[in-house]
């Protein structure tokens, strides 16, 4: 919550271009890199292994984007759900996309698809009670387990 009630540009210019720069991608949390788009971890998920995924194209439209780009989001949607399974054993998944400030997009600026894998029993007392989320694994080792399991699975 926090960076979503920062002023905006306090981060400075679009953090989905500056993900995107090839060569950073354990520094930007980037599991796989496609034609039009890419797949990274969430900086702050609702589970372990909460993805997204962000066309190169700064876009906040996602019907201005072509529909090759369009296309490979969707595929990386599905093949992240093929991967989350078998690498992480997710048994279910949320899948979906706040477009605009007034739906809840936090960087409404650029355009991004989101997938939280679930598990059965995922929820329990800490967030209700503690208001704090226990990860499992931290982001660096689960963007590794990720993006071998992506390359493993690529196109």
């Given at each position: 919550?926090?960076?979503?009630?920062?002023?905006?540009?306090?981060?400075?210019?679009?953090?989905?271009?500056?993900?995107?720069?090839?060569?950073?991608?354990?520094?930007n949390?980037?599991?796989?890199?496609?034609?039009?788009?890419y797949?990274?971890?969430?900086?702050?998920?609702?589970?372990?292994?909460?993805?997204?995924?962000?066309?190169?194209?700064?876009?906040?439209?996602?019907?201005?984007?072509?529909?090759?780009?369009?296309?490979?989001?969707?595929?990386?949607?599905?093949?992240?759900?093929?991967?989350?399974?078998?690498?992480?054993?997710?048994?279910?998944?949320?899948?979906?996309?706040?477009?605009?400030?007034?739906?809840?997009?936090?960087?409404?600026?650029?355009?991004?698809?989101?997938?939280?894998?679930?598990?059965?029993?995922?929820?329990?007392?800490?967030?209700?009670?503690?208001?704090?989320?226990?990860?499992?694994?931290?982001?660096?080792?689960?963007?590794?387990q990720?993006?071998?399991?992506?390359?493993?699975?690529?196109?």
């Amino acid at each position: 919550m926090g960076y979503i009630r920062t002023e905006k540009n306090e981060f400075g210019p679009c953090i989905f271009c500056d993900k995107a720069e090839s060569g950073k991608e354990e520094e930007n949390l980037v599991v796989y890199r496609g034609e039009y788009s890419y797949i990274l971890l969430n900086v702050y998920p609702y589970n372990n292994g909460h993805l997204m995924v962000a066309p190169f194209e700064h876009e906040e439209d996602f019907g201005e984007l072509s529909h090759e780009i369009q296309i490979e989001m969707m595929n990386f949607i599905s093949q992240s759900m093929s991967v989350l399974k078998s690498s992480l054993n997710a048994d279910g998944f949320n899948f979906g996309a706040n477009f605009g400030e007034v739906a809840g997009a936090g960087i409404k600026e650029h355009v991004h698809l989101h997938i939280v894998p679930r598990w059965i029993g995922d929820t329990n007392f800490m967030p209700v009670m503690g208001h704090t989320k226990v990860m499992i694994d931290g982001l660096k080792e689960t963007r590794k387990q990720l993006s071998d399991a992506f390359g493993k699975n690529g196109k």
